[in-house]
């Protein structure tokens, strides 16, 4: 088994909690993409407020209501994983923003039952 330590790319994809790929929520299609290239992990982060290049601010007070509000997809790989991925990133969306950062894996421990559920989520399942 290769070992996940050492230098990686984190890369956080901003987007907002209303963006879609198709039908499907773009956080979601984002996931099931890093899932079926077989990246080790992925996490969504839903903010509670914030703004963009149009400088609009979102919030999730409960008078406003805002379904826009800020969403972040985040994701460690190798820096060539990360490059071979983009491209189909690239083509799920428009108007985003990604970074990239190198980080120091420390400590990486996969559960041993991630091929059975990556197995059961490629023919359709959820977990």
Request: hydrophobic content about 40%.
């Amino acid at each position: 088994m290769n070992s996940f330590t050492g230098e990686k790319v984190l890369m956080r994809i901003h987007i907002s909690e209303n963006d879609k790929f198709g039908h499907k929520p773009l956080f979601e299609a984002l996931i099931d993409l890093f899932i079926s290239e077989g990246f080790p992990g992925a996490t969504v982060l839903k903010g509670v407020a914030g703004f963009g290049a149009h400088t609009v601010y979102h919030t999730d007070k409960l008078l406003e209501l805002s379904t826009q509000l800020p969403v972040i997809v985040e994701v460690i790989a190798g820096r060539e994983r990360i490059d071979e991925v983009m491209p189909k990133i690239d083509a799920m969306m428009s108007g985003v923003l990604i970074t990239l950062e190198k980080v120091n894996v420390v400590h990486y421990r996969a559960d041993n039952d991630r091929q059975r559920l990556l197995s059961y989520h490629l023919q359709g399942g959820t977990c």
